[in-house]
């Protein structure tokens, strides 16, 4: 599997969570914010590491065409 869709699916996750705390009445504004921001965190993590996989692939096919145009 695609390392790329697993990351997505665990945002979708990511997301799943931050709307659960979100449409919880119980949960006072302090609360969630406290538990949004690891969540937060989390989600700019993987995607911070999507881009980093984007620029890798980027920079392989660049190498590749490069050794071909020789």
Same mark, same amino acid.
Request: proline share 9%; aromatic share 0%; no cysteine.
């Given at each position: 599997m695609d390392i790329k869709v697993c990351l997505n699916d665990y945002i979708r996750e990511l997301e799943k969570e931050v709307m659960a705390i979100l449409s919880d009445p119980k949960t006072d504004k302090r609360t969630k914010n @406290? /538990?949004? #921001?690891? @969540? /937060?965190? #989390? #989600?700019?993590i993987i995607l911070n590491t999507i881009d980093a996989l984007d620029l890798v692939d980027r920079v392989a096919e660049e190498e590749r065409s490069k050794g071909s145009g020789e």
């Open positions: @406290l /538990a949004m #921001k690891p @969540l /937060a965190s #989390k #989600k700019r």
